[in-house]
């Protein structure tokens, strides 16, 4: 039975509650939630993980029905069997359904049968967002062999092969390189001057300042509505760069945090970014505080807190922080280094250092070859050619002694699903060969500081992302590894969850781990030491986070951010290259 309504909103749910069943308990991930989205406007939906956005979006899309109260879908109530409402929306999940044995075109004319589209006017819709993806030239390649960012346009063409007026994105732009989602976020925006309404949760703050209203979720409930400046405006006079002659950032960072009246503080270009309370906070000797306008970042922190950072925040406190100077000891040494996949060459010819004690960061767009080059470093991929050093050790000829000195975690989470926290535990305990005493003593530590006791009897699948991270970083811990690899280790995980996440990275490298990490929220890449920025399988740069904002700099762009950095730099290496291809 359809409802009617003379509610013009594309989108309104009322009084929604939705529970699911989780073994023998029941979890209520909307509570009550009410929503109205305005048309032709692009709102962004964020909160932490678990907040409830898949749900919503889910709801939306009529594939799940709520528990109580009701979903509006431009003022009608329906569900997925309304086909007349189902024509109207767009949905495009976290993992879109390509089929990666098919080529783009093959992809498209697929999806194209399966929604029922007439052949020749699904053929003009297919050249439409073929030219608004650039995938154009593309049509012909395995879905398979197209880099993330790639894909991600290709499962937002799929998608739009309807024109929708009503357009949800689950977070459409997780996992790809920045310039990708610039492209994507570009083509969102196309939509919205088209008409389109666009409800699309993202974990990018600065994707949130372009939205033109933004609702954030909090344990299911609608925490508050709003264009960003609703968000910011109450801000005013709390935002401040900090910066000090003699101190490092991360060191600053730390005794920042931990000052009274400071809700937040985070590394950014050429100094520390701080939140303060409502009362103001008096500079310590040799600190110099800029004002600074307020972001939905500092929103964002200031209403949900800057996350749980536990025993981490107390060690980075209590330990010296390495000074990452040019005497250290170099633990990892890369020369020439080759990567060949039959004729196609993965990486080429890479160089770099890596000093005790750094974090080192290796950056570049999707199929640049970082995956490969941190496969090869942990002894997971034979090199092609070159050599590489770690831990003293010639991986080359004697990986496995290296591997028993390293911490891995994959792009992946190479967590068992199947298995329970404790279970994972244990599992990779004995795969570092801990026994007896030594691996009940790491399986304690790493409840502990992980605060992974609550979650010890749940299987790694129905973890939320966050708390599989934490898994995935305690069990690459157990043996205490001076090295750790981390391959995008952030993607996907709410912002909360990535404070806490750099807050232990940072405790780690101040007690003198090595930390090499791969990532595209540029953000992270200031609290790196050195980085490397690869394209296409070749340094391109390196050096400190600085430096690489200074290759960067031009009239236009006297001081530009290290994603504006990461852009200018790959794009000026690359359009020779696509020009000549």
């Known amino acids: 039975m359809v409802a009617e309504t003379a509610l013009t909103s594309p989108l309104r749910l009322e009084g ?98 399966l929604q029922g589209l007439d052949p020749g006017r699904a053929r003009h819709r297919q050249d439409e967002l073929l030219a608004l993806t650039a995938l154009g030239p593309f049509g012909k390649r395995r879905a398979g062999a197209l880099s993330g960012g790639m894909k991600q346009k290709l499962g937002l063409a799929c998608a739009l092969l309807r024109a929708p007026p009503l357009l949800l994105l689950d977070e459409p732009t997780v996992g790809v390189d920045p310039i990708a989602r610039r492209e994507l976020w570009e083509i969102v925006q196309g939509l919205r001057a088209a008409g389109t309404t666009v409800l699309m949760s993202t974990a990018y703050f600065d994707e949130a300042e372009h939205c033109d209203s933004l609702v954030l979720l909090h344990q299911g409930r609608l925490l508050r509505q709003g264009s960003p400046e609703h968000f910011t405006e109450p801000l005013r006079g709390r935002c401040y760069r900090v910066r000090h002659a003699d101190e490092r950032r991360r060191a600053l960072r730390e005794s920042l945090q931990q000052r009274p009246g400071v809700r937040d503080a985070r590394i950014v270009a050429d100094g520390v970014r701080v939140l303060t309370g409502p009362e103001p906070v008096t500079p310590e000797a040799g600190e110099r505080w800029e004002p600074m306008p307020p972001t939905f970042e500092d929103a964002f922190v200031d209403l949900l807190g800057s996350g749980g950072a536990g025993s981490a925040a107390t060690a980075a406190a209590a330990s010296p922080v390495t000074t990452g100077d040019a005497a250290a000891e170099t633990v990892v040494e890369v020369k020439e280094l080759r990567k060949c996949f039959g004729r196609y060459e993965a990486v080429k010819s890479s160089t770099f250092t890596v000093r005790r004690g750094e974090i080192f960061g290796l950056l570049g767009a999707n199929g640049a070859g970082k995956t490969t080059t941190f496969r090869m470093l942990c002894g997971l991929l034979p090199p092609s050619g070159g050599s590489l050093r770690v831990a003293g050790v010639d991986m080359r000829r004697a ?183």
């Open 16 to 113: 929604v509650h939705k529970r699911f069943q989780r073994g023998k308990e029941s979890v209520l991930a909307l509570d009550g939630l009410d929503l109205d989205l305005a048309p032709g406007q692009v709102t962004g939906l964020l909160g932490p993980d678990g907040a409830g956005k898949t749900t919503l979006l889910r709801l939306a899309a009529g594939l799940l029905r709520p528990s109580e109260g009701r979903v509006f879908l431009f003022g009608r109530e329906g569900g997925a069997e309304d086909k007349d409402l189902q024509v109207r929306i767009g949905y495009m999940p976290q993992r879109f359904g390509l089929y990666e044995d098919l080529t783009v075109q093959e992809n498209l004319d697929l999806y194209s049968d």
């Open 399 to 581: 990986g496995s002694t290296a591997r028993a000195r390293l911490g891995y975690v994959a792009q992946k989470f190479a967590l068992y699903g199947n298995l329970s926290v404790d279970q994972n535990l244990a599992f990779f305990a004995a795969a570092y060969d801990l026994g007896g005493p030594a691996r009940r003593a790491a399986m304690a530590r790493a409840r502990e500081e992980f605060q992974l006791a609550p979650y010890g009897a749940v299987n790694a699948d129905d973890l939320p992302l966050g708390i599989k991270q934490r898994l995935a970083l305690a069990c690459a811990l157990l043996h205490e590894p001076p090295i750790l690899f981390l391959d995008e280790p952030t993607s996907g995980v709410d912002p909360l969850t990535r404070r806490e996440f750099w807050q232990r990275i940072n405790a780690l490298a101040a007690q003198g781990v090595t930390v090499l990490i791969t990532t595209h929220f540029m953000d992270e890449a200031e609290y790196c030491d050195r980085l490397v920025l690869m394209s296409r399988g070749a340094v391109l740069a390196q050096g400190s986070p600085t430096e690489l904002r200074t290759l960067a700099q031009s009239p236009d762009r006297p001081d530009p951010s290290m994603e504006e950095a990461f852009i200018q730099l790959i794009e000026a290496h690359e359009s020779p290259l696509r020009q000549a291809s």
